[in-house]
T-cell receptor
Framework: SQTIHQWPATLVQPVGSPLSLECTVEGTSNPNLYWYRQAAGRGLQLLFYSVGIGQISSEVPQNLSASRPQDRQFILSSKKLLLSDSGFYLC???????????FGEGSWLTVV | DQQVKQNSPSLSVQEGRISILNCDYTNSMFDYFLWYKKYPAEGPTFLISISSIKDKNEDGRFTVFLNKSAKHLSLHIVPSQPGDSAVYFCAASNQAGTALIFGKGTTLSVSS
């Protein structure tokens, strides 16, 4: 069966520091991968999605970036965090664009 | 521009009664709709979905109704249980090519 894991689960970072959140999917190949953010009062906001290695689509312009160095690995990064980057970040996958997606456990980011 | 709207941020229901969560969408190209349930500090879990070729889909206590002409869908939970207390997200996509777009969520509280 397929599993998805992301880490770290929680982190507290100072403003201006870098960020790296990692996500891996097991038990499937060529998944579509997503990064969502849940911020207070804003629901689940799609940040990035990827349909293949090195292919990244950005939905919201911001100081975050995503990379997909391997088929089942998706990384969310920032060079300099802002206070507004605080939130709950969720990695997700599915087998095809538009289909049901399955989420990881989430990562709480607090920027102080 | 919010393409998927959940206009009720919260809903309180007594145990054993019906919970009805509503969702509206604006994009007539959406053809696949889903409901997710989310507990605090966890990733959302998939509940139930419906394709635009149907107007009802049932799975145990959960039923989703789709009214395409009104661009409206609803999730019915009967009977409601205290364990159903969570945030419920409505999501929609065009299976031909867009990622899931989520509403802001409705917090359901079921009291015993």
């Amino acid at each position: 069966s397929q599993t998805i894991h992301q880490w770290p689960a929680t982190l507290v970072q100072p403003v201006g520091s870098p960020l790296s959140l990692e996500c891996t999917v097991e038990g499937t190949s060529n998944p579509n991968l997503y990064w969502y953010r849940q911020a207070a009062g804003r629901g689940l906001q799609l940040l990035f999605y990827s349909v293949g290695i090195g292919q990244i689509s950005s939905e919201v312009p911001q100081n975050l970036s995503a990379s997909r160095p391997q088929d089942r690995q998706f990384i969310l990064s920032s060079k300099k965090l802002l206070l507004s980057d605080s939130g709950f970040y969720l990695c997700a996958w599915n087998g095809g664009i538009g289909n049901t997606i399955y989420f990881g456990e989430g990562s709480w980011l607090t920027v102080v | 521009d919010q393409q998927v709207k959940q206009n009720s941020p919260s809903l309180s229901v007594q145990e054993g009664r019906i919970s009805i969560l509503n969702c509206d969408y604006t994009n007539s190209m959406f053809d696949y709709f889903l409901w997710y349930k989310k507990y605090p500090a966890e990733g959302p879990t998939f509940l139930i979905s419906i394709s635009s070729i149907k107007d009802k889909n049932e799975d145990g206590r959960f039923t989703v109704f789709l009214n395409k002409s009104a661009k409206h869908l609803s999730l019915h939970i009967v009977p409601s249980q205290p364990g159903d207390s969570a945030v419920y997200f409505c999501a929609a996509s065009n299976q031909a090519g867009t990622a899931l777009i989520f509403g802001k969520g409705t917090t359901l509280s079921v009291s015993s």
